[in-house]
Nanobody, 119 residues
Framework: QVQVVESGGGLVQAGGSLRLSCAASGRIFKINSMGWYRQAPGKQRELVAGVTRDSITNYADSVKGRFTISRDNAKNTVYLQMNSLNPEDTAVYYC?????????????WGQGTLVTVSS
């Protein structure tokens, strides 16, 4: 059993910053990729940023230059530093952890943390 818990969401004014954290725990042999997704009201869930075990990162075009994803493999934790936030960033942010399981992978999701950016 693997659990993923996010923290760090909240209310911030436009132009402000927030840092999200996500920690995975439980029976973990090895974590492959980790990432952050978000879902705004009435919209589909979308990838915000991802990072491989070797710290190769990728970002949605809408957040490039403003958000930074990083991970601490020793702590099974991934972070998302969000700067220059704007109201369009308002969404529930979900952490995704891809865990090595047998000959394949298991995707584990957190419960989500709400980020609200006021104008």
């Amino acid at each position: 059993q693997v659990q993923v818990v996010e923290s760090g969401g909240g209310l911030v004014q436009a132009g402000g910053s927030l840092r999200l954290s996500c920690a995975a725990s439980g029976r973990i042999f090895k974590i492959n990729s980790m990432g952050w997704y978000r879902q705004a009201p009435g919209k589909q869930r979308e990838l915000v940023a991802g990072v491989t075990r070797d710290s190769i990162t990728n970002y949605a075009d809408s957040v490039k230059g403003r958000f930074t994803i990083s991970r601490d493999n020793a702590k099974n934790t991934v972070y998302l530093q969000m700067n220059s936030l704007n109201p369009e960033d308002t969404a529930v942010y979900y952490c995704n952890v891809r865990v090595v399981a047998g000959v394949g992978y298991l995707d584990v999701w957190g419960q989500g943390t709400l980020v609200t950016v006021s104008s």
